[in-house]
């Protein structure tokens, strides 16, 4: 139903090439994602019925361009650039609503765009089941997902644009660091769904 | 508690303050949000303020609750009218001060056992435009190679936000001009609730 029709290599790839393959444009990740919605997700952002495969290898994901070429903090990971196109029509589309709100959101903060790349790329893969957050920019640094859950239960997730995020959960007294070092937009933490997940 | 990372806590750095800030001030905070957020957030703590050292505070034995609408509340406001103001909160500027760094075992680990609680927030003199009651507060900078990683920042910033919620939420009902002082010596919310035109939430 979708296939691969091209690869390059973004670190030698000129500039004026790279623009012009907006929206159509996945990276590999080490790990391979399989929902099947992940690739519906990408299908939603095509304009033209072209789009791309997550499902041929299982291991392609999605990254808007202006993101990447905003977030060259992205590119260190080990990646490969797919151009595909589809025979299918865009039916597939399974928007998560944090992406929606988030994209609804971005247009009023044209200065953010980085951030709210960030923001969005994150919620690609945050699972729609979980607990809704309050999205929040100051407009200057960065985009805030946080959920307050309760008196002593409060979490926040902040996007500052630079490929990656920081994030702190409360426990009862304190807020303590995420556990995951360095963590990448594309990746909800495990200690965070496991926050989110407990009632 | 280490505080290499604040060395201007050490002198006076402006020449017009009340000179340092000294841990028995109260330090009042004008909780001031975008429209979006949630007032309970950490929203009122942008941390690109807190970065820069530049979060506007104000020292509570030298100002009136009307000069912290007119100098710092104000000037936020205009500068960004989507945001709103929703009241402020006041803690000691020894418990600000008293919130270290959590490092993660592998900042530890890069570090001596000598830095392992080091202070996370600076609170600073910085009288401006007449107001003198004015300080700032932010991110402390210790003399150390990536001291600071997203996570720890986040971490840090959302326990100054339980230090300075512990006292609740304050608006009082008019601009009142008496000085903002005594409340280092209010222990207690519910003493603290029952100053005169005040409302806690």
Same mark, same amino acid.
């Given at each position: 139903?979708? #296939?691969?029709?091209?690869?390059?290599?973004?670190?030698?790839?000129?500039?004026?090439?790279?623009?012009?393959?907006?929206?159509?444009?996945?990276?590999?990740?080490?790990?391979?994602?399989? *929902?099947?919605?992940?690739?519906?997700?990408? @299908?939603?952002?095509?304009?033209?019925?072209?789009?791309?495969?997550?499902?041929?290898?299982?291991?392609?994901?999605?990254?808007?361009?202006?993101?990447?070429?905003?977030?060259?903090? &992205?590119?260190?990971?080990?990646?490969?650039?797919?151009?595909?196109? +589809?025979?299918?029509?865009? /039916? @597939?589309?399974?928007?998560?609503?944090?992406?929606?709100?988030?994209?609804?959101? #971005?247009?009023?903060? @044209?200065?953010?765009?980085?951030?709210?790349?960030?923001?969005?790329?994150?919620?690609?893969?945050?699972?729609?089941?979980?607990?809704?957050? +309050?999205?929040?920019?100051?407009?200057? +640094?960065?985009?805030?997902?946080?959920?307050?859950?309760?008196? #002593?239960?409060?979490?926040?997730?902040?996007?500052?644009? /630079?490929?990656?995020?920081?994030?702190?959960?409360?426990? /009862?007294?304190?807020? &303590?660091?995420?556990?995951?070092?360095?963590?990448?937009?594309? *990746?909800?933490?495990? /200690?965070?769904?496991?926050?989110?997940?407990?009632? | %508690?280490?505080?290499?990372?604040?060395?201007?806590?050490?002198?006076?750095? =402006?020449?017009?303050?009340?000179?340092?800030?000294?841990?028995?001030?109260?330090?009042?905070?004008? %909780?001031?949000?975008?429209?979006?957020?949630?007032?309970?957030?950490?929203?009122?703590?942008?941390?690109?303020?807190? !970065?820069?050292?530049? $979060?506007?505070?104000?020292?509570?034995?030298?100002?009136?609750?009307?000069?912290?609408?007119?100098?710092?509340?104000?000037?936020?406001?205009?500068?960004?009218?989507?945001?709103?103001?929703?009241?402020?909160?006041?803690?000691?500027?020894?418990?600000?001060?008293?919130?270290?760094?959590?490092?993660?075992? !592998?900042?530890?680990?890069?570090?001596?056992?000598?830095?392992?609680?080091?202070?996370?927030?600076?609170?600073?003199?910085?009288?401006?435009?007449?107001?003198?009651?004015?300080?700032?507060?932010?991110?402390?900078?210790?003399?150390?190679?990536?001291?600071?990683?997203?996570?720890?920042?986040?971490?840090?910033?959302?326990? $100054?936000?339980?230090?300075?919620?512990?006292?609740? =939420?304050?608006?009082?009902?008019?601009?009142?001009?008496?000085?903002?002082?005594?409340?280092?010596?209010? =222990?207690?919310?519910?003493?603290?609730?029952?100053?005169?035109?005040? =409302? !806690?939430?």
């Amino acid at each position: 139903m979708l #296939k691969a029709i091209e690869t390059y290599d973004p670190h030698t790839a000129p500039l004026n090439t790279r623009t012009k393959w907006e929206l159509f444009n996945v990276f590999a990740v080490s790990a391979p994602l399989t *929902q099947p919605r992940y690739s519906t997700n990408f @299908l939603s952002s095509a304009t033209t019925g072209s789009s791309l495969s997550s499902q041929a290898t299982g291991q392609f994901w999605l990254l808007e361009s202006h993101a990447w070429l905003l977030n060259p903090k &992205i590119l260190t990971l080990p990646n490969a650039w797919v151009r595909a196109e +589809t025979s299918s029509s865009l /039916d @597939l589309r399974v928007s998560t609503i944090l992406e929606e709100r988030l994209r609804s959101m #971005k247009a009023g903060h @044209l200065s953010m765009a980085a951030q709210f790349a960030d923001a969005i790329l994150f919620a690609k893969v945050f699972d729609d089941a979980l607990l809704q957050p +309050t999205i929040w920019t100051d407009d200057e +640094t960065e985009v805030v997902l946080e959920w307050i859950l309760g008196e #002593k239960r409060h979490v926040f997730v902040s996007f500052e644009g /630079d490929g990656e995020f920081g994030y702190a959960l409360r426990i /009862d007294d304190r807020f &303590i660091p995420g556990n995951i070092s360095g963590a990448k937009p594309f *990746q909800v933490p495990s /200690d965070l769904i496991a926050y989110l997940s407990t009632r | %508690m280490n505080r290499c990372g604040c060395p201007e806590e050490d002198s006076q750095q =402006t020449s017009n303050s009340p000179g340092i800030v000294q841990l028995e001030e109260s330090i009042v905070f004008a %909780m001031i949000f975008p429209r979006t957020a949630d007032i309970l957030g950490v929203a009122c703590l942008p941390n690109g303020d807190l !970065k820069n050292r530049q $979060l506007s505070v104000c020292r509570g034995d030298f100002s009136s609750y009307a000069e912290l609408l007119e100098r710092v509340v104000q000037p936020q406001l205009l500068r960004d009218p989507s945001r709103h103001y929703v009241g402020y909160h006041w803690a000691t500027c020894a418990e600000i001060r008293a919130i270290y760094a959590q490092l993660s075992p !592998k900042q530890l680990q890069r570090q001596s056992n000598a830095t392992s609680e080091v202070g996370a927030f600076c609170v600073i003199d910085d009288a401006v435009n007449g107001y003198d009651a004015h300080a700032r507060v932010g991110y402390s900078s210790p003399p150390i190679a990536k001291f600071w990683e997203k996570h720890e920042r986040a971490a840090a910033r959302g326990n $100054l936000l339980i230090v300075l919620q512990a006292r609740g =939420t304050f608006k009082p009902t008019e601009a009142d001009a008496a000085p903002l002082t005594g409340f280092a010596n209010i =222990t207690s919310p519910s003493a603290c609730s029952a100053r005169p035109n005040q =409302t !806690k939430r």
